[in-house]
Every structure is written in structure tokens, then in C-alpha cells.
DNA sequence: CCCTAAGCGAGACGGTACGTCCGGTCTTCCA
DNA sequence: TGGAAGACCGGACGTACCGTCTCGCTTAGGG
């Protein structure tokens, strides 16, 4: 997000509590009020913090919120480049594999369905997902933070069921992921319909077979 | 949004001049200024009218810049009124259909995407998405009066495809239709990626095939 | 205050019931609320009248509250210059006069500040006070159509005394009763002190007196 | 006014540029368009402040004109604050003494006669005698900061006179103050007449003598 | 006895100001 | 020197009234 992490040199330091109070706050009011309520007058006064201190470490109340999101998502670190030791969580961890693409798939996209469907999770992933949407620089970090890691797991998954020859050899991947999860999300975000397994299934199904004959 | 036209009765009656002039004053401060600076303030001093004529007739920001994408999208009426005489022009339009549905769908994809890449059809759009997305209301209605209008034109091309025999008879043409437009939508929205006809032209081909070999 | 009362020629039907109504209306609101929250849209409301019929026949809020308050205080007859038959009130009206100046002075400057300690008629001839002060139209209307008479009746009772040989021959009664009275109103428009009967006695008692020795 | 001042403990303090600009935008405006359009936001325009400054330290509209009106008559301090420092401009001044209290009472009048008299005097001291008047809290604040002490001065002088013997010795010069300067406010605040140094003269020779013969 | 013009209730309109909230910046003190 | 505290300017919020302006309706003349 910023820079900081100077490690010793000059001086620079950054309180770790605040950093932490801060994130908490805004998580927390990400899920209590939602985004239309969300103001970095009250993550500061939640966190028991000076605005100043907010705007000082981050450009903008999407940051923030970013930051807070990967901190609760991923292992830790927020957002200093330093650290290998926080984002190993999310490069560890793997899709189920049964060997049954489909089902494995049908698997993950409900439990997708799930966490969508729930209420402080949906507040604070529409609040993200607003701030996401009106801020490009924001949307990039996103897009390299959160989003190209969750992608890469599924890539992952999908290439060897690929290499298993259970999807065609010449599949481009990332369509294929969007193929399946995009209309999850526009589902939820722009509330067209209800979010079930149902309908999680059967774009798996259609998606894996193909609309023609 | 409102009702209003009690014909006679009571008194007092809307203004059709008021009315429009918000309508464009929003549409075109969206295109021109975006979602973060789209005021309630601003729309009615460029349209050059009371802020309570605002407040008196839409609930919400979102609602206007709602209106205001209708009244430019479909023919006119916007909400109350006219009634008939105005819906027909997406009722009557259709989707392209040569007999070859893959072609079609590309052509129409394709303009979807060129559409999203005009600057002032995206800020437009994406300011009526993050209302959409943080309104259930709007959501809704965006939903009932415009969605659903395109999702039908969608359909109806799909349905011509299935009983020509080139889609699968028991495909469900609402997933379908999700499967292909929602990537795209995802992609605009998050600015995950470049949105190409290259893009739109792999998801056609992958949907219509499937990820299977 | 207005003209009208064209009484046949044109044609000209003001409505008496409405008149009242917004007289009435204003009189109690004055009393009910103050000065601060009288609204020409409140006394419309109370009134059951639309805004065009006071706009119509009064020029401000405070012609208005001063017809409310002459229709209450003498007579009746509100503004109409025609009226020979509703000031009379005033006119027959006399000042008590059992002889002795002094006491009779008492007697009425003791109502005098009963009246203003009175919280309806406070609020109300200090809304009306207000207006006055800040409107010179308005000013002069009170003066002579409230003021005046007022002033004459207690002239009237000095020049009396003046006759019985129990005032100086010289006195300049209007200085007379500016010397009693306005110390009162002073009093009670600012809130100085307490008005009471011992003040009042007291400004009698020096005012007849004076000062010297 | 307000308290504030908390020299050290939290921090964050008041700022006496804004506030010096606060009260002078609104005594000039004040004395330019009068009380009736006297408005916080064209006060806080006007200083090139922030309305919040105003509403943080002020309670009303009032209450800043109140403020406005100390520091352009007594020496400065306004409300808070300085303390000492700045009231003694009133407490040292005296009016005149020649020896020849109705002379030295006719002088201070017709200074106070010429004062009303000026058009931007007038609409300041009328502005707040409006808001005065509506306004108890503004009343005892008046009452104590501003009207006491200039109450003092006057009684100072009868004092002096009364100790020469030129006034009664029984003589309440609290009731001799207004029954003097009563009279000269409600001819102004009302306009009731022509507010002229005859009229002053009058009043002083009349309260002096009395009105008995 | 109808016709017509007014007054009427209702209330929408373009505006101004209200008092509040928050965004970002700046300043002061403490640790 | 970073951080809490919070004042500051600015500006939008949503509300209340202002004074003006249609609307239809009602009603009282004059034809």
C-alpha cells in the first residue's frame, strides 16, 4: 500500500498497535454498517486513533479497508512488501482434489455461496468490492493481492485435472475461471437472483459440458 | 420510483420540464465527473432546479442516476407516465441473427465490450453499478426494468439457437446467458483485465463447447 | 394593510372565513410556539389555507400576526380601512378614575404587568414586538392603529388630572406616559428583572414625584 | 459565551484569527444588511471560516452578533479568555461630571440620541435587540456583560449628584436610570417618533422635576 | 339561470439557509 | 518524531420555509 518498512536505518516507527487497531475498526464497521456508513472519522475514533495517523499510512478509505480484509483473510501482514512470512497461508493451501473435477469444483463454488450468503461477510465484501470498483489503483492491488492468488489456486486445481485429461488440452484457463465464478459474483453484487447451490451446480455443469447439443 | 399522475383530483402536478432537466443534468455529470463527485447538489444546480424537487420525487441519488439511464437508454418515460409508449423500443429491438448463434453472439459481445471501453458509457454505467450495488432497492429495480428486458432479448436469440438444434434442448438459457455476460461485466467492474473482443470471443467459444475435451 | 373592499364594481370576494381562520390560526400559534417558530407555511397549515391566500392579503408574516393580534385586542375588524364599527371598543374604553391620580395609575400599570406575565400573551405581543422592530411599515401601522389609541386613552386620564390641578399645567403628557410605561416594556422585552407591582408602584411613585429633592 | 480555554491538558486550541474574522464579519454585516438577512452562512463567508468553526464556539446566531458587538464596544476580549484584560475599558470610563447632573444627563443623552440615530449603529444594536428579545439566555448575558456595566456608570453619576444633594436622598437610581433612558430605547426600537435631542431634554427635565406641579 | 372571473385549497417550483457530518490538512502536546 | 487529539476550511447532506406559480374547484355576481 505504502511504503514504510524503512527496517532500521533512520528511525520509522510505525506503532504495530495502531496498525492493528486501525484494520480492526474498519473491518469490524465494514460488517456492522456496511459501506455507506463506513468513515474514517469513525475508524479512527473505533480504532481510538488520530485521523491523522490513518491518513499518514494510507492513501484512501479503500486502502484501509483492503488492507483490513487481507489482514482477516490471509495470514497477517496487511501490506508491507517484507513479508514472505504472512502470505504463505493462501500459497500453502489448495483446492480439494478427489480427483472428480466436477464435484470438486460443485465443492468450492458452494462453499463460495455459502460465505457470500453471509451477512458479514457480504457487508464487508460489498464494501471492498464498491471501493474496488470507483478506484483503479485500488482495483490493482486487488487485483495482484487478493484476487491473482485465489486465481492461481484454481488454475491450479484445474491444470491438473486438465493434465488428467478431464478438460480439453487447449482450455485457456483463466476464462475458464472466470467462466465459472464471474457469475457468482454478479449474482451477489448486483442481487439478480438468489445465490443457492443449485444454481452454483448448474454452472458448473453447463460450464464443464458446453451449451451446444 | 414515484407514482404520481393522480389525473385530476387533488392538484398540483409534476413537472415534465423539471423532470428531464434532472434526468440529464445526472446523466451527464456521471459521464463527465464519475461516481465519487456526482452530487445531489450538483445535479440540481446544473439542471437549474430546487434541491427538494429532487428529494421530492426520488428517494435516492441512485434512483435519479437510474431514471437517467433509462430515459436515455430505453425510449423515454423514465417512471411515471407515459406508460405504453414508451418501453417498446427494447420490447421491439432483437438480437442479431444470421442462423449462426456463435457469430451472433460474438457480434453482440463485441459491442458490449466496445461499449464498456467508451469512457463516458463506463463512468455512466460503473456510477450505476456501485449505487446498484450498495441499494437493494435499485437493485430491484435496475433488475425489473432494465436486466430483465436485456436478459429476454438475450434469451429469445438463445431459444431461436436451441430449436434450430445448435444449443442442447435442456439447456437452461438463464445460466446461459449469465455464463457469457457476466465475465465480461466481472472484468469491467474489478478492471481484472483488458477487455478485448480477443476476451469476449474466447468466452463465447469456451461456453458454447465447454470446458470438457 | 391592503386595499381590497372594491364593494360592488369588479367583483372582489374575499373570504371572510378564511380570514379569521388565519388570523386565529396566527394568534394561537403565536402564543403556542413564539416568535422563532412561527412560519407563514405553519399558519397556513393550522389554518387549513392555502399559502396564496395569505401571500394575497397581507404583506408579511408580521401584518399578519398584528390583524391577529388587533382582532383579539380591541374588537374585531382586523384591517379594512371601511370599518367606523369595530374600533369603538377602544374608543368607549376609559382608564379608571376615582380621583386620585396616583393610585389609578397603579391600578392600571399593575395589569399592565400582570398581562405581560402572562406566558400566551408574552409569547404573542413579544412575536409581535419583534416584527415591529424590524419592520417600519409595520411600525407605523401599529402605532397608529394600537398604540395610539392606547396612548390617548391614557392621556386622556392624565390631562384629567392635569385639570383637577393634581399634574403640572406644563406637562408634556406624551412625555408623561413614556416616562410610566416604557420603563415596563423595556423590562419585560429584555428581561432586565422581575416585573412586578412593587417596580411598577415605584416608577409611579418617582415619575409623579421626580427625581430632585 | 463558551468556556474553552483548557491551556494544556487534551489540545487542539481555538483559533483567534478565526474567531476575531467570525465576529467582525458579522458586526459589518450586521451594520450593512441588518438582522433580517443575517445569516450564519453568510457570516462564515464573509470570515472565510468553516460554518462548524462557528456552530463549535457559538450557540446561536445571537450569541456571535452578542460577541461582535463586546469586542467593538468594550475593549476586546469578546468571551473567553483574556479576562482581566479587557473589561476595564468599561470600568474606567465615567461620564461627565460638571457638577450640574441635568446638564451632564442631557450631554449623555443626546450622545446616546446621535448614536441611535446612525444608520449603522441602528442596525447593529437593533439586530440584537431583536435577537435579545427571543433569546433569554442572550438576555441574562446582555443583561450582566453589557447593560450592568454601562447601568453603572449611570448610577455612579446620580450617585454623585444624590451625595451633592441634587437628588432625592430616597432616591432608587435603578428605577432613575430607566425611567431617563427607558423611554429613549422604545421610541427607537419601535419608532415610535423622532428620536431628537428635544425629546432627551424633555425626558430629563420631566423625570427631574416630576410631573406633578 | 347560465357564464365567467375571482378567490380558494393544494401543493410543486426555484431558492436560501439551516444545523450536521465528513474529508483532508494542520497544529499542539505527550511519550 | 510518531501518534492522540481535535480545530480548521470546505462542501454535501437532507430539511424547513420563503414567496411565486399553476392547477382544478367553488361561488357569486352581471348578462
Known sequence: ???????????ARRSETSRRAVLTAAFELAAEVGYAKLSIEGIAARAGVGKQTIYRWWPSKGAVLFDAFLMFTT?????????EGGGESVE??????????????????FATVDELNDPRYDRTMRALSIEIAHDADLAALYAERLNRPMRELKKR????????????????LDVAVDLLWSPLLVRWLHREGPLTHEYAAALVETALGGMRP
Open 1 to 11: 500500500m505504502t511504503d514504510q518498512r524503512r527496517p532500521s536505518a533512520g528511525v
Open 157 to 172: 486445481r484445474l491444470r491438473a485435472a486438465q493434465e488428467a485429461g478431464q478438460l480439453a488440452a487447449d482450455l485457456d
Open 92 to 109: 500453502e493451501a489448495a483446492l480439494p482434489d478427489t480427483g472428480d473435477i466436477e464435484a470438486d469444483l460443485k465443492t468450492v463454488m
Open 75 to 83: 495470514g497477517e501482514p496487511g501490506e508491507g512488501g517484507g513479508g
